[in-house]
């Protein structure tokens, strides 16, 4: 069965420094595995996506992602945060029941401080 | 400009009422989904279309029922609300899915549903 597991619930960084939102799968088959991400009082937004090309992802914003299939994660990276990245973030496999469905994990929610 | 747009973004229900969720999407997506979405949960999907008139339980069906009478159109319908039924309702659309192409879902900015 698929799952995906956000290791952390909570993660909160200074404005400039790195930011890791780590995740991890479990998948019966090749899955394609989506970061997407949730501004207050905003619909989700797409922010990079996997589908067995690139093991390195690059998506919006300056973010981008990992596939490591040895360790069955997916963790989300980014350079230098910024204030604006303050929002959840979802990291999402595609489901058992083929790759219109979608499992998300719990969210990590990403605190940015001056 | 991509859009899916629901009906309400704060709603406000009684216990046992009939309650309405409407979502539509303009992109012409064959795929629309009902999610719920609960802190700590994540999202968990109810109910998915993959055409008119067809559908799909989701992972948590249990007191909702969903129709689509036109393509951009996906209701979801609550026969009798109930205060666990209280939570915030996303709907999504998307082109089909499959191993080679992977389409992601794009979201409407959800409703807020509170049920007394």
């Known amino acids: 069965a698929q799952s995906v597991t956000q290791l952390d619930s909570h993660v909160s960084v200074s404005e400039g420094t790195p930011v890791l939102l780590r995740c991890n799968y479990s998948?019966?088959?090749?899955?394609?595995l989506f970061w997407y991400v949730q501004h207050p009082n905003k619909g989700l937004q797409l922010l990079l996506k996997y589908t067995s090309a690139a093991t390195l992802v690059k998506g919006i914003n300056g973010f981008e992602a990992e596939f490591k299939k040895s360790e069955t994660s997916f963790h989300l990276t980014k350079p230098s945060a910024h204030m604006s990245d303050a929002a959840e973030y979802f990291c999402?496999?595609?489901?058992?029941?083929?790759?219109?469905?979608?499992?998300f994990g719990a969210g990590t929610r990403l605190a940015v401080h001056p | 400009d991509v859009k899916v747009t629901q009906s309400s973004r704060y709603l406000v229900k009684r216990t046992g009422e009939k309650v309405f969720l409407e979502c539509v999407q303009d992109?012409?997506?064959?795929?629309m989904f009902w999610y719920r979405q609960d802190p700590g949960l994540g999202l968990r999907l109810i109910y998915f279309?993959?055409?008119?008139?067809?559908?799909e339980k989701g992972d948590i069906p249990e007191g909702y029922s969903v129709s689509r009478e036109k393509k951009e159109r996906f209701s979801l319908i609550l026969e009798s609300a109930s205060t666990n039924q209280t939570s915030m309702y996303l709907c999504a659309s998307s082109r089909p899915s499959g191993r080679v192409v992977v389409n992601e879902q794009f979201f409407g900015p959800g409703t807020r549903l509170t049920v007394l």
């Open positions: 998948s019966s088959y090749s899955p394609s």
């Open positions: 999402v496999v595609t489901g058992s029941g083929g790759y219109n469905k979608l499992i």
């Open positions: 992109m012409d997506h064959e795929n």
């Open positions: 279309s993959y055409d008119v008139k067809m559908k």
